[in-house]
């Protein structure tokens, strides 16, 4: 999954954002990744389950690069551009299981 991810960012998304920008290729991604999602929690018969999976994956690492690429372009000077990209990956780290009870 990780690994589709990662080849999706390098070889997918430059081919997607010449063709159809960076504002649709997020919403694309974000499409995929409910697609994908929801998919996955209806369909449990291989190899269709994985193709979902795999579709989620793919809109991953589209969302993912979409989201950083215009938070990079939209955020003025140097500063606030850091900011806001280690606000993203912030929010992203948290948003994960919750911890266990002590």
Do not use: W
């Not at 215009?70 to 299981?97: D, M």
């Amino acid at each position: 999954g990780g690994t589709m991810t990662v080849l999706t960012q390098l070889v997918l998304f430059p081919k997607l954002v010449k063709r159809i920008g960076e504002h649709h290729a997020c919403s694309a991604g974000l499409s995929a990744v409910a697609v994908g999602l929801a998919g996955c929690s209806l369909v449990h018969l291989q190899p269709f389950h994985t193709v979902l999976y795999l579709v989620n994956r793919v809109g991953s690492g589209v969302a993912d690069t979409a989201t950083a690429t215009l938070v990079a372009l939209s955020s003025k000077g140097r500063e606030a551009r850091s900011r806001n990209l280690a606000l993203i990956q912030s929010t992203r780290a948290g948003g994960g299981r919750p911890p266990p009870p002590p």
